[in-house]
């Protein structure tokens, strides 16, 4: 059959180029070779031509159709955490109608690159960079760089706690405040929570463009950072809910109406399977809106390929032993009590 269509296709650029321009060697032999570019045994689209990009954490397998099998049936057992199902669809738009798969039929579904390796050099690397706003204003950016393979991260839950209380253990490298939670003296935390296992605070519809930061026992999926919608907790051993999404495939993910400037505080994944913990503070000349947090971490040359908003304002906190130190006894931003951290600390 696909011998069929290259010679339709091949057909078809030929008789367009040689309407519009004399058909000469140098103008026939690419046209051939972009026709010849079809694949014999499968077909190339560009969503999953985007997802195979280097600089995409995710690249794409085929599979072929069962008796059997179900589009939905599929999407549930072999996308995990990674896309939604209206994306899933979209992976594989070439299938005119989902509800009457063939035998056969090639779809295509996401996988994630392989894992970093645990390497002694270059585990953890802190940065900061400059970000200046349309009006003049200067504010600092500060992101840690983490290799998951060398670490383990974890959310701690506490009723009340700062930076303070994270950093007494001598394992932590790193942390930064987590999500959102109830005001009051429980510091119950709203969406949800897992730590070690445990589910603390179940998923939360309330809010819109929400997306979970997770870690899992499933080799296949480790960690990631997914959009609520295709989130399941299966394999699932820490997870963390907040709002909204900041970063999607390395570009803003949309244009936000809050307008309030405040100190920001995010987590996200670059490209080679890195960890991102990005933060910034207020200062005498205002915050950062959430449009222009997103702004600054697409443009600060990081990498970066999703990141999720945390808990911002005066809950943002973050410690980088021995690189990041805004005050004088401590690595930290901010002083408020809050309910949770996302906790980086050596194996030993």
């Keep these: 059959m696909f011998y069929y269509i290259r010679i339709i296709v091949i057909s078809i650029v030929l008789l367009t180029v040689g309407c519009i321009t004399p058909l000469t060697s140098k103008r026939l032999i690419p046209c051939i070779k972009f026709a010849r570019g079809i694949p014999q045994n499968k077909v190339s689209f560009p969503s999953c031509n985007s997802l195979n990009s280097e600089n995409s954490c995710l690249t794409c397998t085929e599979y072929k159709v069962k008796s059997g099998d179900t589009f939905y049936s599929l999407y549930c057992t072999k996308t995990t955490r990674m896309v939604s199902y209206n994306e899933f669809i979209e992976l594989n738009n070439h ?81 930064i405040n987590g999500g959102f939670f109830a005001p009051g003296e429980d510091f119950h935390p709203i969406g949800l929570l897992i730590s070690r296992g445990k589910k603390i605070n179940p998923l939360t519809d309330y809010w819109d463009n929400s997306g979970i930061f997770y870690i899992t026992t499933d080799p296949k999926d480790p960690y990631g950072i997914c959009k609520k919608e295709c989130f399941y907790d299966t394999d699932v051993t820490e997870a963390l809910q907040s709002f909204p999404i900041l970063i999607w495939n390395k570009k803003p993910y949309k244009e936000y109406k809050d307008r309030e400037e405040a100190s920001r505080s995010a987590i996200g994944l670059d490209s080679k399977g890195n960890i991102l913990l990005i933060a910034t503070e207020s200062t005498i000349s205002g915050g950062l809106t959430l449009n222009e947090f997103a702004r600054a971490i697409s443009t600060a040359e990081w990498d970066c390929e999703r990141a999720l908003n945390l808990d911002g304002g005066s809950s943002t906190q973050m410690y980088i032993k021995g690189k990041l130190s805004l005050h004088s006894t401590a690595g930290l931003i901010g002083h408020d009590r809050v309910s949770n951290f996302i906790v980086v600390q050596r194996e030993r």
């Design 95 to 175: 299938i005119k109608n989902i509800n009457s798969l063939e035998p056969g039929d090639s779809l295509y579904f996401p996988v994630k690159k392989t894992a970093l390796k645990s390497e002694k050099n270059n585990v953890l690397s802190f940065m900061e960079k400059e970000y200046i706003k349309l009006d003049g204003s200067k504010f600092l950016l500060y992101i840690a760089k983490i290799n998951p393979a060398q670490y383990k991260v974890h959310m701690y839950y506490g009723k009340g706690i700062t930076i303070e209380d994270i950093k007494k253990s001598q394992k932590t490298v790193a942390a």
